[in-house]
């Protein structure tokens, strides 16, 4: 399996759980970077934001395969967190 990112933009606008990124945080949890749904530094990103950067931390603990589908399911729990936030929050008057 490789992880496949569809450019949902999602976990860029949860910067309040991610510390090492608090200094991105536009203030409402949106990374001041985010433009649309897209990384306006993506060449230059943190190395947090890069799946690929991150997965020798925890190479010794499970395979890239393994890794991979942590990685999609954080993203099916991110994606489907904003669907109920969506879902839940009352009409604008
Ligand atoms: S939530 Fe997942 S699919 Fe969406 S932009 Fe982030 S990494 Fe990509
Ligand atoms: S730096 Fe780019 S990839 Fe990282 S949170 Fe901000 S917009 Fe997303």
Known sequence: MT???????LCCRLLKDVPQLAAFDRG???CKF??????????????ICNVDKMYPAFASIMSR??????MEASCARIKEMFKC??????AKN
């Open 28 to 30: 409402d949890g949106v």
């Open 65 to 70: 395969d393994e890794y991979d589908e942590v």
């Open 34 to 47: 985010l433009h649309g749904n897209l990384c306006s530094i993506y060449e230059n990103r943190p190395d």
């Open 3 to 9: 992880f496949h990112c569809d450019k949902c933009g």
């Open 85 to 90: 936030e969506t879902r839940t929050r009352p």
